[in-house]
Every structure is written in structure tokens, then in C-alpha cells.
């Protein structure tokens, strides 16, 4: 039901009825909705105060199913992957982030900065890192993926692009969690101001890297001996 009207029949000398809503079942991501029923005027009397309900139905599954990104607009993160990083955040457990999209190469263009990844979570598509990119589009300067102390994230089969940000880990930021990085790609990451890891920093956790590539990722001023600590890692620091 999508603004309609539903009509429900009270039989003569009854004064309520039950309504039950099942919410449909589908698979894509979607953040949390609202449902509204309001009684309206008919051939009958309906109290001036109580004759409207709200029903919330909660954020649910992380699959995505489109290439859209959106920091604001509600009709375009339904389905994308920030609402299913979103989801997979809010859902206990350990959870898992597939894609369903449409055949062939598929480019996420990215148009802010991603949530931290604050719970468990594998990101993983089936059809390999050559057919899909997760990249910084617009929005400004950032990188990719941020992983937070802790928390086990693994990247699998994709090409995580284009973070640039004047800050260690363009790519990935291992804040003290365990990254794993398989079957993937961190290509054109760029860190500024002197600072290191150009693809992943690691800040005092675990990285593992299987069967993936780091290319074209640079550091700034990585000729400046003068800077204490010196950049290092284009790739992995």
C-alpha cells in the first residue's frame, strides 16, 4: 500500500476491528519506514483523537541491487550499498553484504563518505573485482572504508578506487580491527600532507591480503626526509 486507500468493513453493532499489516518480503537493502493509517471520515463516528497509528518497520536486508548512492535522498539509497553498510551496522551478528545488479561492469560512484564499519561484515561479489568498482565520485575528499577497532571486515571480489584524503589509509583505515582483503584490487589511492598508506594503513590491527592487487596508489611528499614519521606504504602501511 503506497498512499491508498483501503477499504474495511465493521459489521453493524461492532465498534473496532483488526487490522493486520505483514510487510513485503523482499531482499534489498532498506532503511527504517513509516506507515501511517488514519480512519477516514464515512457513515459512522470516529473520535476526534484517536483515529490514526504510526507503524515503524525497521531497517532490513543487505543486499544490494543498484549502482545509486545518496547521503539525503531516501528513493535513491533504497537498494544501494550504503544503505546495506548501513543496515549490516544496525543488525547484530556477524553480516554479510552481497550485490544483484544488472550484468556486466557496475561502478558505485560514491557521493560522500561511507559510515565507519562498526559490526562484523563481508562484502562479497560473486561475479569478481573486474565487474564491480566502489569508488569516491563527488562529495569531496575521503577515503573509502574505515574499519573500527575490533571488528572483522572482509572485502571480497571488488575494486575499492579513487580515495584521496589528507589522512593515513585512503583506501582502508584499519583502526585495531582485521581486514581481509581477497580476491580485489585497491587501485589509485592517494594520501596527502605526509601521511602513509596509500591503499590500507594499519593502526595496531590485522591485515590479510589473498590473491589481490595494489596499483597506482601514492603517497605525497614521500621524498621529504624532514617529515617525522616518514610517509611510507603506498600500498600497505
Known amino acids: 500500500v503506497n498512499s491508498s486507500n483501503v477499504s474495511v468493513t465493521i459489521p453493524d453493532g461492532q465498534n473496532f ?36 497509528t504510526t507503524i515503524a518497520i525497521a531497517a532490513n536486508d543487505t543486499v544490494v541491487v543498484n549502482s545509486n548512492d545518496s547521503l539525503t535522498d531516501y528513493s535513491l539509497a533504497e ?19 552481497t550485490f544483484n545488479l544488472p550484468a556486466g561492469p557496475q561502478t558505485i560512484n560514491l557521493t560522500g563518505v561511507l ?5 562484523d561484515v563481508t562484502i562479497t561479489n560473486s561475479t569478481g573485482s573486474s565487474n564491480l ?12 572504508f574505515k574499519v573500527n577497532s575490533g571488528v ?42 605526509g601521511s602513509r598508506g596509500g591503499g590500507i594503513y594499519n593502526n595496531g590491527g590485522t591485515v590479510n591480503a589473498t590473491n589481490s592487487t595494489f596499483s597506482s596508489n601514492s603517497l605525497s611528499y614521500f621524498l621529504d626526509f624532514t617529515l617525522n614519521p616518514i610517509p611510507s606504504g603506498g600500498g600497505i602501511h
Open 152 to 193: 572483522s571486515a572482509t572485502f571480497d571480489g571488488l575494486t575499492i578506487a579513487n580515495g584521496l584524503i589528507s589522512d593515513d589509509g585512503g583506501g582502508i583505515y584499519n583502526d585495531g580491527g582485521t581486514v581481509n582483503v581477497t580476491n580485489s584490487t585497491l587501485s589509485n589511492h592517494t594520501v596527502t600532507e
Open 17 to 52: 476491528v483488526d487490522v493486520s499489516l505483514t510487510a513485503v518480503d523482499d531482499i534489498h537493502a532498506e532503511g527504517q519506514e513509516t506507515l501511517k493509517l488514519k480512519l477516514a471520515d464515512g457513515n459512522y463516528q470516529i473520535d476526534a483523537n484517536q483515529n490514526n
Open 79 to 97: 537498494g544501494s550499498f550504503r544503505q546495506a553498510l548501513l543496515n549490516a551496522n544496525a543488525i547484530a551478528g556477524n553480516d554479510t553484504i
Open 133 to 144: 568498482t566502489l569508488r569516491r565520485d563527488t562529495g569531496g575528499d575521503y577515503r573509502i
Open 115 to 119: 559510515p565507519d564499519i562498526s559490526g
